[in-house]
């Protein structure tokens, strides 16, 4: 498929281009009579202005198994051009069989037809075949790397075929044809389409409904694009946005004016901050690894943009031996004791690594891997427990000697069965990403063989130290710290960074409430405005404190410091 950011359209100076693939939208099941059409949404902050660029053209990347034509019989190929994951394939056969796969097309103007082809086979033995109309048109024994092929359509119906054969013997690679980003584009008419906006909507908040016809941008649009604004955005809260009525594989890109700097668009249970976590809500995280390697975490709850128009997440249905971007942090659970947010990873974030790996950096013991990303909080990362739930134990009379244990696995799946996930795509695995690697845990199965889970599959998969067969999807705590209010001048008080400078600012002359410590309380006391000083103190002679051992004639002097005002001491002399 025509990878994101690839000059298809230029973007306008001054918008910021999203994949509708992207991690950040989130598709939904359609809720209108289209529906065969899927929805997504997601949520914009710091733009007034969303662009949509739409398809004019028939068009199927194969990234799904929608068959836009209706080729028959129908096939994919973990393979595709450019990167992406899938292509269609010419139907798997044996030896001396042969193979067709067809569409008819209706072509309503003067179209050209596109497509990228590869074949793996016997060399000259083995052989793709395509025709349009009965004619075959090419020929190709084996050629594994990706090829261009156009040609003109006139108006009219035609039927075009994908065939393969074999000889006798010898299997070659996945041994057939493969095709990707098949398209039917309209020539010589900006008004010329295959697509019809008729019944597409945008919805605003869950208030605002817009047809999108109605926002075509004429002057921007071209022969194989429209280009939509849709203006009239709140930059500074943001909105929820679900375009309805529209098959995903036509909209080419996402875009938001980002003239002023700071315009993104995010998933809709995406938070930045910790005190607006939530179970279901998420923290957005960066990491980078080498092989069988635990590498860096960074940027946790920040947007991470980079390259100009894209935000890589790593790859979350295959994962990657080497990670190198985003992945989500979604809160499942409150720790017991500081009543602190716990979160799990969305995917297996790095595969072919081992537990001794992991143990080594840290992730098996203890709190697990020590990191500043929220500031002055320390989180704490690492691989989850994942033992098989032990029944409570009770004595003769039934009282509770030894309580139920689970796992922080368990206590996962246990969330997971609380959503309800029936309104999305791809349902639960759209969001937990469960058919990948196993991940690792710390728990031991037996003495040196460790348990490694799945999301809803409850078969114990077991490994050695060492088997670098499964993956890694980390735990993360983020500990607790104690909020202050400064009372000065008979009000309670915060200091804040105004450009970069501390400012006080008064929060309420009453008793402050919890919400309050929470919203507005400091824990970052680096922010203070501290200057270094000499502090004299006038100590106090106290007889009273004369006890047994001491002459008659001793004196004692004291002064009770308060050691919360005066941090950094750095020495301490009495004269």
Sequence with gaps: MAYFGQDVIPSEEGFKRYSPNTDAIQLIKSTNSLSTFNNYSFRTKGTSTLRLIIRKSLYDDFETDQNVFGISPF?????????????????????????????????????????????ASENTRDIFHFSVNGTTIFTSGNSPTWHDYSRDLPVGKHKIGFGFSKDHSVDTGYDGGLVDNLEIVPKGSSSSSYINLSGSKVTIDGVTVRDIEKYINTSASTDAFYVVDITGLNPVVGNKIVISGLNLGYVYAVEVDNSKGGALIHHNDEVFSVTDLMKGKMLRCRYVASSNAVGTFSLLG????????????????????TPN???????????????????????????????????????????????????????????????????????????????????????????????????????????????????????????????????????????????????????????????????????????????????????????????????????????????????????????????????????????????????????????
């Excluded at 190929?77 to 796969?101: A, E, V």
């Excluded at 997440?313 to 295959?318: G, H, L, M, P």
């Design 75 to 119: 096939q994919t190929y973990n393979l595709g051009y450019d990167g992406s994951k899938r292509s269609f394939r010419t139907k798997k056969i044996t030896h001396s069989q042969s193979i067709w796969s067809y569409f008819t097309v209706d072509v309503s103007v003067p179209s050209t037809l596109k497509f990228k082809w590869q074949v």
């Design 302 to 321: 920040q947007e991470d943009y980079r390259g100009g128009y894209r935000t890589d997440f790593i790859d979350r249905t295959v994962s990657t031996p």
């Design 325 to 575: 971007g985003n992945f989500y942090f979604i809160m499942v659970d409150t720790n017991e004791e500081t009543g602190q947010p716990i979160l799990m990873a969305d995917r297996v974030i790095q595969h072919s690594i081992s537990y001794n790996t992991l143990k080594s950096a840290g992730a098996m013991s203890g709190r697990g891997i020590v990191n500043r990303s929220m500031g002055e909080r320390k989180v704490y990362i690492s691989a989850p427990t994942g033992f098989p739930t032990i029944a409570e134990v009770k004595d003769s009379e039934g009282n509770v000697v030894k309580p139920e244990q689970k796992s922080q696995w368990q206590k996962l799946e246990d969330y997971v069965k609380t959503v309800d996930y029936n309104h999305l795509v791809d349902g639960l695995e759209q969001v937990w990403n469960s058919n990948t690697t196993f991940s690792i845990t710390q728990s031991l199965y037996s003495a040196s063989n460790y348990y490694a889970r799945k999301i809803g599959t409850y078969t114990n998969y077991v490994i050695t130290a060492t088997t670098n067969s499964s993956g890694f999807r980390p735990l993360l705590e983020i500990s607790a710290y104690n909020k202050l209010l400064i009372f000065n001048d008979g009000a309670y008080k915060t200091c804040e960074l105004v450009d970069g400078v501390p400012r006080w600012r008064n929060v309420t002359t009453l008793q402050p409430t919890v919400a309050q410590f929470s919203k507005d309380g400091i824990y970052n006391f680096q922010i203070l405005d501290r200057v270094d000083a000499v502090v004299h103190n006038t100590l106090t002679l106290r007889q009273d404190l004369v006890g047994s051992g001491f002459s008659e004639n001793s004196k004692i002097y004291a002064k009770r410091i308060d050691l919360e005002t005066l941090r950094n001491i750095k020495k301490m002399e009495v004269d």
